[in-house]
Every structure is written in C-alpha cells, then in structure tokens.
C-alpha cells in the first residue's frame, strides 16, 4: 500500500562543530517513504546526502557531529527521542543500511556467514546452528554461487561485487521496512552495478520494504525510484515523482544536473556544465545557497532564502521563481 507512511523526516539538522565554526551537513531537510516506495535522493558530492542517511539511523559521528533538530518517525516512533538501547533493537532490524565501502564496513577477521548471522541472533533471537543456516540462506538469495563454501570465507576472500552482495545480505537479514542503500554501486563495474540493482529491486517486491537509494548517478535513479529528492548545499532544492522531474525540471539547479547527462543519440561536441562551484557549508550566502551559480538570480535571490514550497503535481521545489513574489514582481514589470 503505497499511500501508507513508513518513515517521515521533518526538518531534519545535523552540525559539525569545529575550530573553523559550525559546518551545517544536513540544514532543514524533510521527507515521507510509503511503503514499497523507493525514494532516490540525488545531488553531487558534498550536498548532504550520506550525512541525511548517516542521520536516520543516529550514526553521526559525535563529537564533532550532532543532530540538533528535526523527527524521524519510523512507524510514527521518533528515533530521536529513543535511548541507545531502544535504538539498538531497531537499527539493523526495522530499519537497515547498506553502506558505501563493504571492504571497511565488514570485519576482517570474521567469516561473512557470521557477520550475518550475529545480526540474525541479535534481532531475531534463534539458536547460533538456526541462525548460520538462514545466514546461508540469505547469501544464497542475493545471488551468491555455493552459498555454504562462501559463507564460511572471509571478506578478503571475496571480489568487491560479492562482497556488496553480502552487504546487501546482512542488512536484508531481518527483513527491514526501510532499507537505506548509500551508493551501494559506486565502486563496481557496470555489469556487476546492474546485477545488485537488479538483485536490490527483486527482493524489494518479495519484502514489500521501502528504500532509500543514495546515489549522484541520475540514470541508476531514472531506472529503479519511484521519486526523487534533489539536495544541494544541506538542502532538498526539489522533489517529486521520477517521471515529473525528468520531464519538467523546476529548479535551476535539477535542471542543470539533467542538462549534464550526456545524450546517447545526439551529436555533443562537449557536456553542459554548471558553473561555479558549491558553497561552503561552514559559510553559506544569506539568500538562495544556489544563487551564486543561478543564471536567473535576481536580488531577491540573494537577500531571502526561499522555503521549500508545493507547486503544480504535488512537486515541491525551493525557488523564489515559482512564489507569489517573484510572480507579482514580474507581472508588474509586463504592465
């Protein structure tokens, strides 16, 4: 049922703070999952995106980091008013991550199959022989040839492909309602990014879970999320459906990324590219953070940050463009 609310972020704010000053990583963002949703949150690097899911689970490294505002309702439960304890039991279980680099999320020193079935036993309470064998099980499942020799192999053992499968494995072991996947295919080849893609979409439907899919590559997101949320600078600049926002861009800056892509039938000397570049977190400008590199800036652009506003089909989009204020100072310029 993908009208029911499985996770709900609202105004989320994560700061570093340090001798330079405080870096805002996460300024204000908010979102809804439904359930079987796959919401892909896209932007380049340094926009906020792992540091939102780093957020969500309460795994900001601290100090320096600190999540000072915001609700993240998983199931209308606000993660951030649990104890570490509470937390504990539902990270991992409802709610699941798989990490960027497998090679330094995974121990090296223990066997694949019993990382995955010590989060089997801590979660789900069954015996060490039950929880081996459905760690087996899952290895199987993600696609992995002799399911019960690799299980009992190390991580160095295995290629980078298997080893983001036994990441994916791990944190599918509970059967999770969110799966947060934070560019789970940046450091694979492309046979083997469309293999865990496919794989990452297969169980969703057998689950029914929702996803989070972090990624700066447009076309994984074009392929496999039903919405999309485009950061920049700490903030969601625009959101809405996949098919909208690849059709109909609203902000400058979704339009830009898009404009980027290189076209697979047309004749390009070279790529469009965004001039400019991103803020400091450390010191963003009073007005629009994109406004500096925004062709249609204008001072109101510069003076006001604008809110993140709902516009035509539900999309919603930070940009004075689309204001009564920017529509009534232009109409009065037409007169």
Same mark, same amino acid.
């Given at each position: 049922?993908?009208?029911?609310? !499985?996770?709900?972020?609202?105004?989320?704010?994560?700061?570093?703070?340090?001798?330079?000053?405080?870096?805002?990583?996460?300024? #204000?963002?908010?979102?809804?999952?439904?359930?079987?949703?796959?919401?892909?949150?896209?932007?380049?690097?340094?926009?906020?995106?792992?540091?939102?899911?780093?957020?969500?689970?309460?795994?900001?490294?601290?100090?320096?980091?600190?999540?000072?505002?915001?609700?993240?309702?998983?199931?209308?439960?606000?993660?951030?008013?649990?104890?570490?304890?509470?937390?504990?039991?539902?990270? #991992?279980?409802?709610?699941?991550?798989?990490?960027?680099?497998?090679?330094?999320?995974?121990?090296?020193?223990?066997?694949?199959?019993?990382?995955?079935?010590?989060?089997?036993?801590?979660?789900?309470?069954?015996?060490?022989?039950?929880?081996?064998?459905?760690?087996?099980?899952?290895?199987?499942?993600?696609?992995?040839?002799?399911?019960?020799?690799?299980?009992?192999?190390?991580?160095?053992?295995?290629?980078?492909?298997?080893?983001?499968?036994?990441?994916?494995?791990?944190?599918?072991?509970?059967?999770?309602?969110?799966?947060?996947?934070?560019?789970?295919?940046?450091?694979?080849?492309?046979?083997?990014?469309?293999?865990?893609?496919?794989?990452?979409?297969?169980?969703?439907?057998?689950?029914?879970?929702?996803?989070?899919?972090?990624?700066?590559?447009?076309?994984?997101?074009?392929?496999?999320?039903?919405?999309?949320?485009?950061?920049?600078?700490?903030?969601? !600049?625009?959101?809405?459906?996949?098919?909208?926002?690849?059709?109909?861009?609203?902000?400058?800056?979704?339009?830009?990324?898009?404009?980027?892509?290189?076209?697979?039938?047309?004749?390009?000397?070279?790529?469009?590219?965004?001039?400019?570049? !991103?803020?400091?977190?450390?010191?963003?400008?009073?007005?629009?953070?994109?406004?500096?590199?925004?062709?249609?800036?204008?001072?109101?652009?510069?003076?006001?940050?604008?809110?993140?506003?709902?516009?035509?089909?539900?999309?919603?989009?930070?940009?004075?463009?689309?204001?009564?204020?920017?529509?009534?100072?232009?109409?009065? #310029?037409?007169?």
């Amino acid at each position: 049922m993908k009208d029911e609310k !499985v996770l709900e972020v609202k105004n989320l704010q994560t700061y570093f703070y340090s001798s330079e000053g405080i870096a805002k990583a996460v300024d #204000g963002v908010s979102f809804t999952l439904h359930k079987g949703e796959t919401l892909g949150i896209v932007g380049e690097s340094g926009c906020g995106k792992s540091m939102t899911s780093l957020s969500l689970l309460r795994l900001v490294p601290s100090p320096p980091g600190k999540i000072i505002n915001g609700e993240i309702l998983l199931n209308n439960t606000d993660l951030l008013k649990l104890s570490d304890e509470e937390l504990r039991k539902i990270r #991992g279980n409802k709610i699941s991550m798989i990490f960027q680099e497998p090679m330094t999320s995974l121990n090296p020193v223990l066997t694949v199959g019993e990382q995955i079935a010590e989060t089997i036993r801590l979660h789900q309470g069954l015996s060490r022989k039950e929880a081996w064998q459905k760690a087996v099980e899952m290895i199987r499942l993600v696609g992995i040839p002799a399911p019960e020799k690799r299980a009992k192999q190390e991580p160095y053992q295995l290629s980078g492909g298997m080893r983001q499968r036994i990441m994916i494995a791990m944190a599918l072991a509970c059967t999770p309602d969110v799966l947060i996947a934070d560019e789970p295919t940046t450091a694979l080849d492309v046979t083997i990014q469309a293999q865990i893609i496919d794989i990452i979409r297969n169980l969703q439907q057998q689950l029914g879970m929702s996803i989070i899919f972090i990624t700066h590559d447009l076309g994984v997101v074009a392929e496999i999320c039903d919405k999309i949320a485009v950061m920049y600078a700490g903030q969601v !600049v625009e959101e809405g459906a996949t098919d909208s926002i690849f059709a109909k861009p609203l902000h400058p800056y979704t339009n830009g990324l898009i404009q980027s892509l290189p076209k697979l039938y047309e004749d390009q000397e070279e790529l469009s590219t965004i001039h400019g570049t !991103v803020p400091s977190t450390y010191d963003y400008p009073i007005g629009c953070r994109y406004a500096e590199r925004c062709p249609f800036a204008t001072d109101l652009c510069h003076d006001q940050q604008p809110d993140l506003m709902t516009v035509v089909d539900d999309k919603k989009v930070r940009c004075w463009m689309y204001s009564e204020e920017w529509q009534g100072k232009h109409l009065r #310029g037409a007169v």
